[in-house]
């Protein structure tokens, strides 16, 4: 399992106690490092896009500093949302 939960405590950490539903399964084919490196980035990029943004289909996006964590998670999930 792995997941970001560091909103509501502001921390990381290797073990913690969490809620399900702020968890996901690991796949298989991804390491525990790789999946340490998902999650914050992830979801930053989740937030701004869909939550705040409210991006929709069809729609263009310009991703200023594509280069880091959430530029890259930013290009790939507009990807997916059919953004150009």
Not at 10 to 15: H, M, T
Not at 38 to 65: C, E, F, S
């Amino acid at each position: 399992m792995f997941g970001d939960l560091s909103g509501d405590w502001g921390g990381f950490a290797e073990y913690v106690c969490a809620r399900e539903n702020a968890l996901s399964k690991k796949p298989i084919s991804m390491t525990f490092v790789e999946a340490a490196a998902i999650p914050q980035a992830a979801m930053l990029a989740i937030q701004g896009l869909r939550d705040k943004g409210q991006i929709k289909q069809g729609q263009k996006l310009l991703v200023n500093g594509a280069g880091g964590g959430v530029g890259t998670f930013a290009i790939q999930i507009a990807k997916l949302y059919g953004i150009e």
